[in-house]
């Protein structure tokens, strides 16, 4: 037996299945392809950057985290400049680094919620699924009336652990 013909014996939740396994496989390169380009994980440049910071070298500093896409790199560079304004008292550089840095985790946080979604969706269709497969193979059983043949039943439970 194939394993399209596996699937075709599935039942329609494997569609359902087959459909989510794609999503997720999509969002799961959509999300690799999103850490590769904004440098995430990518910490070197902080070294450098408070190097320069105690040698009083500002410029430098601000050079080395314009040049980075890290997420990293934008709060350091907001930080710096924040702190650089005289008028400002550390509690509002905090909030504003703060919403920085809410707004950087809310961008890298994209499309995870519908990967959440079918993880915990995905089990309870598998259970459908054999629920379903029950219910067939106990209405086939009913069907065949007296003449109970025990590959009737096994048919229908085959298909359920599908």
């Known amino acids: 037996m194939t394993l399209i013909q ?3 014996k599935g039942g329609p939740v494997m569609f359902v299945l087959l459909a989510f396994s794609i999503v997720s496989v999509a969002i799961v390169l959509l999300k690799l ?3 590769y380009r ?5 910490s070197d440049f902080v070294y450098e950057v408070l190097d320069a910071l105690q040698a009083d070298d500002i410029r430098m500093a601000m050079a080395r985290l314009e040049q980075q896409r890290s997420p990293i790199a934008k709060v350091m560079a907001i930080a710096i400049s924040e702190f650089r304004k005289s008028n400002l008292s550390a509690k509002d550089i905090q909030s504003k680094i703060e919403r920085v840095c809410s707004r950087a985790v809310q961008d890298i946080e994209t499309f995870l919620r519908a990967l959440a979604a079918i993880a915990h969706l995905s089990p309870l ?3 459908l699924g054999t629920v379903l497969g029950m219910i067939t193979a106990f209405q086939k059983l009913e069907a065949s009336g007296m003449k109970i043949n025990p590959a009737i039943l096994a048919g229908g439970i085959w298909e359920a652990l599908l």
Do not use: D, N, T, V
Not at 38 to 42: A, H, N, T, V, Y
């Open 125 to 127: 269709l598998g259970l």
């Open 33 to 35: 392809f999103q850490f």
């Open 38 to 42: 904004r440098e995430i994980g990518k």
């Open 6 to 8: 596996l699937f075709y």
